[in-house]
């Protein structure tokens, strides 16, 4: 599983790279733009706490492909090579995807809700191919089924795309996710600290504590004799 974070919010990034097993960092346009800030210095901001080596995600807002490419190259430009253009899967949009991979861009295929959005975008070149859960939850639809569905035909095409799960809401929709296998998930920082929360967790970590201090002394916090 790669894990991704969808948020521009510093805070919550240094904290997800601290503590979590990040592999990248997701944006799109509304994102950016509750962050009230340039957009070129945000995704600096967030290049600076997650190193060269973490994915950093950030979408065009061009609706012509020309539009979308000469972003493309200004995102590449001012960010560096580890950035991942996320591009919509309208026909401007494949088309963008189709250029730019021949020129050597890392893209990202968003605003999926279709298997055969993903499908094209993969042949297309996309590295991956975002389909939107929740968002399809909303309208009735299956959005696991449909990861399902982008899932299978990547590998009855044999493509080296990589299905990126977005749009969460809840924990349970990542887990119905992770039990057929998607390759990666991008969640809010919310959502990121509650895959791990429990209150019996909690509980059994004070019970160790309280019981080890009952012998070993109220100040004894470590197993280490020496301290
Ligand atoms: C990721 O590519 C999407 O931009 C994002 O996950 C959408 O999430 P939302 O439906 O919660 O806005």
Redesign the pocket.
Known sequence: MIYML?TANLAAIKKAYDLYPLSGV???P??ISKENKGFIEILQDIRNIIGEDIML?A?VLGTTAEEMIEEAKYLKEKIGKNIYV?VPVTQQGIKAIKILKKQDFKI?A??IFTAQQALMAGVSGADFV?P?V??IDNISGNGVEVVKNIIDQIKVYNLDTKV?A????NVQQVHEVSKIGVHSI???PEIMDKMLEHPLTDWSVNEFIKDWKKVYGQSSNTIISEV
């Open positions: 969808d997701t944006t799109n509304t994102i995600h979408q996320k990202t968003t605003a975002a939107y929740n968002r990126l977005a749009s969460f809401k991008t969640v809010n």
